[in-house]
């Protein structure tokens, strides 16, 4: 309370006390007990009604003391267990949380990490996968514009995520513990396998393999890759200390139609710690036919090269760019993509009214709109010569086929002339459009079923900017592909509509995420969210029964199978109101990633602690990284000075006095006739 507050709460008193006396005092020829009852009424009135004007403040100054964070965050993946660090690994832990000079300096944070990143305090080491990223990017966003020390103890072997070394925020810095035994011992290692999902009967695949090798001598190992008892490919490899890796390519025959698992192995004459890396299993799905694509576009643009690009990411696909000139023959194409139709696409719009080829339209700033709407009857284009950017809004309720939204609100706008779109017939709208604000309730993508004959319109030009801010948000290309296959995938089926479509893959790895989403549609064809969906799964080789409820999401629904052994599978996906079923089988091939190891990565965890000015430390040395970081004088606790300024009375009581005060003067006098 400052001294002008001090001085105005003296003169309230003054004038609240020379008021009562002037009132029941002044000049008065007697004074009773009442009399000065009265009188003290009055004061407290006068001066409650002063002090309500005034509103004295207190302030009230209390020191806080804030610590630098000390994250410290233990790998809790399955490899670490597999090196033999498990316990090493808790008693670090255990020693760096129990000092009490790093509980007296620092909060310390306690975290674990496997495929995912959480608050804990108790490890099991049983996580399949190790995503060292995760830890940079949750990390950056609990201590934000902080400077603090990380304490890592992992075995630095990443089996998932960007890159680790650079995640991290090089303004601060990371100590790694590595855990496991660093000593070099011989090791041969397929380290891993590229190959396409599928391929094409009576053609060869490529496989590209690449072999590693820990050791200080050389060494002669045989590469094969066999399928049951037929090797495929055999061939001799020799390592060095100076030649540690190789890069093999091999061409396999496609001789047979459907799933085809094959056997990677390397063999040498050298005893080794760890075997399991020497062998890796990879599935190819063999089909017998491809799905052709023509885009067709008499203007060079760049979603023309965006639309090839995402759609052949799926090796069913094969795409051909043509010029309408150059359309004689388009009989050996399943899908048609017109791209900013104008007269001179005539020629291809009469050979496809006999061929009835599937179309996607998309439409732009060079397409012709009166020509257009002479080729087809599906959208009327009434349009101007004015440019105009049009936003996208996904519509939840779409159901021809599984699509989730991929942040379509969020993508750059299309370019397309202002107008007016209207749908002639029932059409499907997955995405329609809007002007900044502005809800315009027409279509952006549209797609029609009549007869067998499906179509797309796209009204706008620019998805390749779509693709690009695909990729800078998720950091790959691969869920707008997925979108772009799927509308393929629409079009090149003349399928009829079925009640219950599942979806799933043929052959998944031990780790992966093993999920089968399934629609279910009334007889309207419309999405139906009230069904009950249920899988039972079968081991084909034990013969145990497994069933799960597929969960609702936003228009499918999914159900997630994690953990499953390796093995064969069938399964059965049943809708319980219609009795609607569909089954199929896939396969869970055996590869644990987190046993591929025998040393921790050094190399790795060095150069982590080089980007972020760290060091990195061994558990014999954790009384050096405890004494490390008590010396470091650029983490010193701060301590904040906090003024609270609270009110010297509470308003609402003092209203409550002065009106018991004023009532009980009243009835006082009123009881005594002073009234």
């Given at each position: 309370?400052?001294?002008?507050?001090?001085?105005?709460?003296?003169?309230?008193?003054?004038?609240?006390?020379?008021?009562?006396?002037?009132?029941?005092?002044?000049?008065a020829?007697?004074?009773?007990?009442?009399?000065?009852?009265?009188?003290f009424?009055?004061?407290?009135?006068?001066?409650?009604?002063?002090?309500?004007?005034?509103?004295?403040?207190?302030?009230?100054?209390?020191?806080?003391?804030?610590?630098?964070?000390?994250?410290?965050?233990?790998?809790?993946?399955?490899s670490?267990?597999?090196?033999?660090?498990?316990?090493?690994?808790?008693?670090?832990?255990?020693?760096?949380?129990?000092?009490?000079?790093?509980?007296?300096?620092?909060?310390?944070?306690?975290?674990?990490?496997?495929?995912?990143?959480?608050?804990?305090?108790?490890?099991?080491?049983?996580?399949?996968?190790?995503?060292?990223?995760?830890?940079a990017?949750?990390?950056?966003?609990?201590?934000?514009?902080?400077?603090?020390?990380?304490?890592?103890?992992?075995?630095?072997?990443?089996?998932?995520?960007?890159?680790?070394?650079?995640?991290?925020?090089?303004?601060?810095?990371?100590?790694?513990?590595?855990?496991?035994?660093?000593?070099?011992?011989?090791?041969?290692?397929?380290?891993?396998?590229n190959?396409?999902?599928?391929?094409?009967?009576?053609?060869?695949?490529?496989v590209?393999?690449?072999?590693?090798?820990?050791?200080?001598?050389?060494?002669?190992?045989?590469?094969?890759?066999?399928?049951?008892?037929?090797?495929?490919?055999?061939?001799?490899?020799?390592f060095?200390?100076?030649?540690?890796?190789?890069?093999?390519?091999?061409?396999?025959?496609?001789?047979?139609?459907?799933?085809?698992?094959?056997?990677?192995?390397?063999?040498?004459?050298?005893?080794?710690k760890?075997?399991?890396?020497?062998?890796?299993?990879?599935?190819?799905?063999?089909?017998?036919?491809?799905?052709?694509?023509?885009?067709?576009?008499?203007?060079?643009h760049?979603?023309?090269?965006?639309?090839?690009?995402?759609?052949?990411?799926?090796?069913q696909?094969?795409?051909?760019?043509?010029?309408?000139?150059?359309?004689?023959?388009?009989?050996k194409?399943?899908?048609l993509?017109?791209?900013?139709?104008?007269?001179?696409?005539?020629?291809?719009?009469?050979?496809?009214?006999?061929?009835?080829?599937?179309?996607?339209?998309?439409?732009?700033l060079?397409?012709?709109f009166s020509?257009?709407?002479?080729?087809?009857?599906?959208?009327?284009?009434?349009?101007?010569?004015?440019?105009?950017?049009?936003?996208?809004?996904?519509?939840?309720?779409?159901?021809?086929?599984?699509i989730?939204?991929?942040?379509?609100?969020?993508?750059?706008?299309?370019?397309?002339?202002?107008?007016?779109?209207?749908?002639?017939?029932?059409?499907?709208?997955?995405?329609?459009?809007?002007?900044?604000?502005?809800?315009?309730?027409?279509?952006?993508?549209?797609?029609?079923?009549?007869?067998?004959?499906?179509?797309a319109?796209?009204?706008?030009?620019?998805?390749?900017?779509w693709?690009a801010?695909?990729?800078?948000?998720?950091?790959?290309f691969?869920?707008f592909?997925?979108?772009?296959?799927?509308?393929?995938?629409?079009?090149?089926?003349?399928?009829?509509?079925?009640?219950?479509i599942?979806?799933?893959?043929?052959?998944?790895?031990?780790?992966?995420?093993?999920?089968?989403?399934?629609?279910y549609?009334?007889?309207?064809?419309?999405?139906d969210?009230?069904?009950?969906?249920?899988?039972?799964?079968?081991?084909?080789?034990?013969?145990?029964?497994?069933?799960?409820?597929?969960?609702?999401?936003?228009?499918?629904?999914?159900?997630?199978?994690?953990?499953?052994?390796?093995?064969?599978?069938?399964?059965?996906?049943?809708?319980?109101?219609?009795?609607?079923?569909?089954?199929?089988?896939?396969?869970?091939?055996?590869?644990?990633?987190?046993?591929?190891?025998?040393?921790?990565?050094?190399?790795?965890?060095?150069?982590?602690?080089?980007?972020?000015k760290?060091?990195?430390?061994?558990?014999?040395?954790?009384?050096?990284l405890?004494?490390?970081?008590?010396?470091?004088?650029?983490?010193?606790?701060?301590q904040?000075?906090?003024?609270?300024?609270?009110?010297?009375?509470?308003?609402?009581?003092?209203?409550?006095?002065?009106?018991?005060?004023?009532?009980?003067?009243?009835?006082?006098?009123?009881?005594?006739?002073?009234?």
């Amino acid at each position: 309370m400052n001294r002008s507050t001090l001085l105005l709460i003296i003169l309230s008193v003054l004038v609240a006390g020379g008021l009562s006396y002037f009132q029941y005092f002044y000049k008065a020829k007697s004074t009773s007990k009442i009399t000065k009852l009265l009188a003290f009424l009055r004061f407290i009135t006068v001066f409650g009604l002063l002090l309500l004007l005034i509103n004295p403040i207190i302030s009230r100054s209390t020191f806080e003391t804030i610590k630098t964070p000390l994250p410290i965050v233990v790998d809790n993946s399955s490899s670490i267990t597999d090196l033999k660090a498990n316990v090493v690994a808790k008693e670090v832990y255990e020693k760096l949380v129990s000092n009490a000079k790093l509980k007296d300096k620092f909060d310390i944070q306690s975290y674990g990490f496997d495929a995912d990143f959480q608050p804990t305090e108790n490890f099991d080491f049983k996580g399949k996968q190790t995503n060292i990223d995760e830890v940079a990017k949750n990390l950056k966003s609990i201590n934000k514009n902080l400077n603090y020390p990380t304490v890592l103890i992992s075995d630095g072997n990443q089996t998932s995520g960007s890159d680790y070394v650079f995640s991290f925020d090089a303004n601060n810095k990371v100590y790694p513990l590595a855990v496991g035994d660093t000593t070099t011992y011989l090791d041969l290692k397929i380290n891993q396998i590229n190959v396409n999902k599928y391929a094409f009967h009576k053609n060869k695949f490529p496989v590209e393999i690449f072999l590693q090798y820990a050791g200080t001598k050389s060494v002669n190992a045989n590469f094969a890759i066999s399928q049951g008892n037929n090797v495929l490919s055999k061939q001799s490899i020799s390592f060095s200390p100076s030649k540690k890796s190789v890069v093999l390519n091999v061409l396999l025959p496609a001789d047979k139609t459907g799933l085809q698992i094959f056997n990677a192995t390397l063999t040498s004459s050298e005893a080794e710690k760890n075997t399991y890396n020497n062998a890796k299993k990879f599935a190819v799905e063999i089909i017998d036919q491809k799905t052709e694509v023509a885009i067709i576009s008499a203007i060079n643009h760049p979603d023309v090269g965006a639309l090839k690009r995402g759609i052949e990411t799926n090796a069913q696909r094969k795409v051909t760019i043509l010029k309408p000139n150059q359309t004689n023959d388009l009989s050996k194409y399943n899908v048609l993509v017109i791209y900013q139709p104008n007269t001179t696409f005539k020629q291809v719009f009469d050979s496809n009214k006999n061929l009835k080829i599937n179309t996607w339209i998309i439409t732009g700033l060079n397409t012709d709109f009166s020509f257009l709407n002479q080729q087809q009857d599906i959208i009327d284009f009434k349009m101007s010569s004015q440019k105009e950017d049009y936003l996208a809004n996904f519509d939840s309720n779409f159901n021809l086929f599984a699509i989730d939204n991929l942040g379509f609100e969020s993508f750059p706008p299309l370019e397309n002339p202002f107008g007016t779109i209207t749908s002639k017939n029932n059409n499907t709208t997955l995405l329609s459009s809007r002007i900044r604000n502005v809800e315009t309730n027409q279509p952006m993508l549209t797609f029609s079923d009549n007869q067998g004959k499906r179509n797309a319109f796209l009204c706008g030009e620019n998805i390749w900017k779509w693709r690009a801010h695909s990729f800078v948000d998720k950091k790959t290309f691969e869920e707008f592909d997925v979108f772009l296959d799927k509308t393929i995938q629409f079009l090149a089926s003349n399928d009829s509509k079925k009640s219950l479509i599942v979806n799933h893959e043929r052959f998944y790895n031990s780790g992966d995420a093993l999920e089968i989403t399934a629609q279910y549609f009334n007889k309207n064809y419309e999405f139906d969210d009230k069904a009950r969906l249920t899988i039972s799964v079968t081991n084909n080789k034990t013969k145990q029964v497994k069933r799960y409820d597929l969960l609702k999401t936003n228009n499918s629904f999914k159900v997630n199978l994690d953990g499953l052994p390796a093995g064969q599978y069938s399964f059965k996906v049943k809708e319980l109101n219609s009795n609607a079923s569909y089954s199929s089988n896939f396969e869970v091939l055996d590869f644990d990633i987190e046993k591929q190891f025998v040393n921790p990565d050094m190399v790795k965890l060095k150069q982590l602690a080089s980007q972020t000015k760290g060091a990195v430390f061994v558990p014999n040395q954790i009384d050096a990284l405890i004494k490390t970081l008590l010396d470091n004088e650029d983490y010193k606790a701060i301590q904040k000075d906090i003024v609270k300024k609270t009110p010297f009375i509470d308003w609402v009581w003092l209203l409550v006095l002065i009106a018991l005060s004023l009532a009980s003067e009243w009835f006082i006098r009123k009881y005594n006739g002073l009234l």
